[in-house]
C-alpha cells in the first residue's frame, strides 16, 4: 500500500497495483470484477450512461489502485487465472488456476488494461482484462468445475451471509429452546435468498422473507425457500413491522439501500439477534434507533469472513434448486447480452 | 415528527419540539446536555472558539428540533426535572421528579431558551434551559439521591457499555470454558473505565487496557483496574496488535474516533467477539477489515439499551473506587469553572 502509510490495504486511500509478486503475493490475470451491490447502485444512479459509468470505475481504479467505490467505501470481488505466484504465499494456488477472490476489491491492487471495453454498464458483473494481487492473508477459492463461471461468482459474492446466518440461527435454537424464528430483509437477492435456505437447513422455525415488489415475491414463492413472502419498503419501519407481524428471534438483513436499520430493530423481539449484511448499513443509525426504541437486540456486524464459507454457499446453491432457480434468472437479467 | 413524514425520530431530519405534552409523553425542563463524546469531538474541532461552539449547538437545534450532529449522527443525553405527564405516559415519572434521559437527544425534540449562555465550551456537559419530550417508548433514570448529579449523568450517558461488555464477557466465558481475555481500546475513558471493571466482575481472565497516553496509562493503572496498560494510537492496526500481543477473546472499542476497526479485529482470537461502542464507528470498515483479513471475529453494534443498564452501571461507580477517581478527575477537568 502507499498512501498513506502505516494503515493496512482496505483504509489505504491508495494501493500500488503493481503486478510483480512479492515473496508471499499471487498475481491474477483478471477476468471479471463483479461490484459491490451497494457500490454498483451507488455508481449506477450517478452515472446513468454506460460511457460515463465505465469512465467512474476506471477513474477510481486509476486514482486508488484498486476498485473502492470513494461513497460506499465498498468494493466486490473478482475472478481470473493465477499468472504468478510468490515463493512464499501460504494460499496453495499454482499458476494456470481459475480462481475467485474472496477478499474485497476494497484492498485488492488492480490495474484494468482494456479500458471496460466488454462492459455495457447494465450489470455488476463486469468483464475486464488486468491484473490483481492477492496478499499472503488474502482468500481465494478455485471455481468449481461444475458449475458456469459467472453463477460461481455470483454465489462466492455473498458467501459470507448463509455461513453466518447458519451460525446465527443455530445458537438461537439453543438459546430459545425451539426453532428460532428467522426474517430475511431482501429475501429476493443473492445473500437473501441463499440466507434463507441456510435458515431453514439451520432448523429455523417461521422463516419469513420481506421484498419489495410482487415480482421478487413471485420469484420467492416460486422457489419455495420461505414460509411467508411479505411485502413491504424495508426503509419504513412502520410498514416493515406491521407486514412481518410476531417479531422474529434473527432478522437479516440483505437490502442494498441506506435506512434499513430500525425496521431491522422493530421486526426482531427482545432477546433476538439482527445480522447487518448490506454495506449501506449506518452504524450510528443501528446502534441509536436500537437505543431509542429501548430494544434489547443483538446487532452484529456482517462479517464476509467464515470457515468453509465458499464451498458452503456453493454446496447451498447445488442442494437447493429454487436458489439456483432465483441466480440463474438473475444471471440472465443482468449478464450483457 | 414533522420531516420527512413516516420516519422514526431518530431517522428524521427535523422533530417538532412542541413542549405540550400529548397522552403517552412526558416534558422536561432541561438542565443539562451530555453530547455524545464523538459529537462533542466534532464540533470542537469544527469551532474552536467557544461562541461559534455554542452558536453551532443552537444552530442544529433551532434547524432540527433536536441535538442530533449532521456529521456523527449522534447525539447524548440531557438531565432536567419532570415539568408535565401525559395521562398515558408508561415511564412511571411525575411532576418534580428530577431524572436523566437513556435515549439519545438524536431522537428527542428539544428547544433550548437560554443560548447556553451557562455554556465556556470547555467540555461536553452543557449547562442548558430549555424543553425536552419523552415519548412513551423512551427510557428516562431518575436521578439517585446519593451521588452528585454530573456524576451520575456522566455514568448514565455510557451505561449501556459496561452492560453489553458484562453479557459478552460472560457468554465467551461459557464458550471458551476459561476466564475471556479481554482488551478495551480506550479503557481510559468513561465507557471503557466502566468496561473493564464490568469484564472483571464478570469473570475476565487477563484484562487490557490499551489508552493513547502516558497521562492516561497512569490514570488507569492507579486506579487498579486492569492487568495490564499498553499505550498505542487505536487507529494504527499494527500497533494495536503489538501492544495487545497474545489476541483475546473480547475486545471493546471505546475509542472516539475514527479508524479504530482494524486494530480490534487485529487485537481479537479467532473466534473472538468486537463490540464497537463508539460512534466514529465505519460500519463498512469494521465488515470488509474482518474479511480482509480473514478474521473469523463476531462484531457487535454496541447497543446503547441492555434491560437494567442505568442501575448497573451506578452500582459499579459505587463499587470500584477506581473508576470512581477517574470519574471525578475528569468532571473537575471538564467542569465549566
Known amino acids: 500500500m502507499i498512501e498513506p502509510a502505516g494503515v493496512l490495504p482496505q483504509q489505504a486511500w491508495r494501493l500500488d497495483p503493481d503486478p510483480t509478486p512479492g515473496p508471499a503475493e499471487v498475481v491474477i490475470d483478471v477476468e471479471r ?21 465505465r469512465a467512474a470505475v476506471l477513474g477510481i481504479v486509476a486514482e486508488r489502485g484498486k476498485m473502492q467505490n470513494p461513497v460506499t467505501g465498498s468494493g466486490g470481488m473478482l475472478m481470473g487465472t493465477v499468472r504468478a505466484v510468490g515463493p512464499d504465499s501460504p494460499l496453495g494456488l499454482k499458476p494456470g488456476d481459475r480462481v475467485a477472490t474472496l477478499v474485497s476489491l476494497s484492498l485488492t491492487p488492480l490495474v484494468i488494461t482494456d479500458g471496460l471495453a466488454g462492459w455495457d454498464g447494465a450489470g455488476e458483473q463486469v468483464p475486464c482484462r488486468g491484473t490483481a494481487v ?43 429452546g425451539r426453532p428460532a424464528t428467522v426474517c430475511v430483509l431482501g429475501g429476493g437477492g443473492k445473500s437473501g435468498s441463499l440466507s434463507l435456505v ?62 434499513c436499520e430500525h425496521g431491522a430493530v422493530l421486526a426482531t423481539a427482545d432477546g433476538g439477534t439482527v445480522i447487518f449484511f448490506s454495506m449501506a448499513t449506518s452504524f450510528s443509525a443501528a446502534a441509536l434507533g436500537a437505543e431509542g426504541l429501548a430494544a434489547d437486540v443483538e446487532m452484529l456486524v456482517g462479517n464476509g ?23 440463474e434468472a438473475r444471471e440472465r437479467q443482468t449478464s450483457p447480452v
Open 33 to 53: 470484477l463483479n461490484l459491490d451491490a451497494a457500490s454498483y447502485r451507488q455508481l449506477r444512479e450517478a452515472h446513468p450512461d454506460a460511457a460515463d459509468l
Open 134 to 176: 492477492l496478499f499472503g492473508r488474502s482468500i481465494a477459492a478455485v471455481l468449481p468445475a461444475d458449475l458456469p463461471e459467472s453463477l460461481a461468482l455470483s454465489v462466492l459474492d455473498v458467501c459470507g451471509a448463509p455461513a453466518l446466518t447458519d451460525r446465527i440461527v443455530r445458537r438461537k435454537n439453543v438459546e430459545r
Open 198 to 259: 441456510a435458515a431453514r437447513r439451520a432448523g429455523a422455525g417461521r422463516l419469513v422473507a420481506l421484498v419489495p415488489t410482487e415480482a421478487e415475491a413471485a420469484s420467492v414463492r416460486a422457489a419455495g425457500i420461505a414460509d411467508e413472502v411479505v411485502l413491504a419498503d424495508a426503509r419504513n419501519p412502520v410498514a416493515v413491522g406491521a407486514a412481518v407481524g410476531e417479531q422474529v428471534d434473527v432478522t437479516v438483513v440483505c437490502v442494498d439501500v441506506p435506512g
Open 305 to 327: 469472513y467464515v470457515p468453509g464459507h465458499a464451498d458452503f454457499a456453493l454446496d447451498l446453491l447445488r442442494a437447493e434448486p429454487g436458489v439456483r432457480m432465483m441466480f
